[in-house]
């Protein structure tokens, strides 16, 4: 379905100035209020879990805030979430993904079968697959218990699934079984984990 062209166009610029005013406004206010705009950060970081981490400083992660890589960041991922067309128990998009191998597959395969925190791991932005697939190998050295595989360059994956930054799903079938809300500060693994275990019983 989707919005119409022009529509679609207008919602970004109704974005775009949301953001523009949010960010200035986050801007003054941590420059006058430092302190009270931190606990507030803080705050919300422990909802979301992201502030429990022992290896993610507040001061890695809250000056970042309301710069301008912050802001295109932010707009990107919000232009992208107005496309956004999956449901949970609708058909799972069949995005195109490339192994670490370098062989290229789709999503439905494996069930037959710009902005950054300060301190964070240095990936720079891809510029070929290859740049892809060899910061895909910093998450292998972690021994994930999953495949890994990357999306193209073209990045048709994260767009068919609102993924940008992350986003949480299980598919099964070729169906949506649950969606998570967008990252970083609104997905729940544990939500993941309840899925997966009734998923088991």
Same mark, same amino acid.
């Given at each position: 379905?989707?919005?119409?062209?022009?529509?679609?166009?207008? #919602? $970004?610029?109704?974005?775009?100035?949301?953001?523009t005013? !949010?960010?200035?406004?986050? #801007?003054?206010?941590?420059?006058?209020?430092?302190? &009270?705009? #931190?606990?507030?950060?803080?705050?919300?970081?422990?909802?979301?879990?992201?502030? $429990?981490?022992?290896?993610?400083?507040? /001061?890695?992660?809250?000056?970042?805030?309301?710069s301008?890589?912050?802001?295109?960041?932010?707009?990107?991922?919000?232009?992208?979430?107005?496309? +956004?067309?999956?449901? @949970?128990?609708?058909?799972?998009?069949?995005?195109?993904?490339?192994?670490?191998?370098? !062989? $290229?597959?789709?999503?439905?395969?494996?069930?037959? /079968?710009?902005? *950054?925190? #300060?301190?964070? %791991?240095?990936? $720079?932005?891809? &510029?070929?697959? !290859? +740049?892809?697939?060899?910061?895909?190998?910093?998450?292998? /050295?972690?021994?994930?218990?999953?495949?890994? %595989?990357? +999306?193209?360059?073209?990045?048709?994956?994260? !767009?068919?699934? *609102?993924?940008? @930054?992350?986003?949480?799903?299980?598919?099964q079938?070729?169906?949506?079984?649950?969606?998570?809300?967008?990252?970083?500060?609104?997905? /729940?693994p544990?939500?993941?984990?309840? %899925?997966?275990?009734?998923?088991r019983?």
């Open positions: 379905m989707g919005l119409p062209r022009a529509g679609l166009w207008l #919602k $970004r610029l109704w974005v775009f100035l949301q953001l005013v !949010q960010v200035a406004v986050g #801007k003054v206010l941590l420059t006058l209020f430092p302190e &009270r705009v #931190k606990q507030h950060i803080l705050a919300l970081g422990q909802k979301t879990g992201i502030a $429990r981490n022992p290896n993610f400083a507040h /001061d890695n992660w809250i000056p970042t805030f309301f301008t890589q912050y802001f295109w960041f932010v707009l990107k991922v919000y232009w992208q979430r107005l496309e +956004d067309t999956t449901e @949970p128990g609708g058909l799972a998009p069949n995005g195109p993904v490339v192994h670490l191998s370098g !062989q $290229r597959c789709d999503i439905w395969d494996f069930m037959q /079968d710009g902005w *950054a925190f #300060k301190n964070n %791991v240095n990936i $720079r932005n891809h &510029r070929n697959l !290859q +740049d892809r697939l060899q910061a895909a190998h910093l998450l292998l /050295d972690r021994s994930p218990q999953c495949p890994v %595989v990357v +999306d193209t360059m073209q990045n048709q994956s994260s !767009q068919l699934y *609102a993924a940008l @930054p992350e986003r949480l799903y299980v598919l079938e070729g169906r949506i079984l649950y969606k998570g809300k967008p990252g970083p500060w609104n997905y /729940d544990e939500e993941v984990r309840a %899925v997966l275990e009734k998923l019983s």
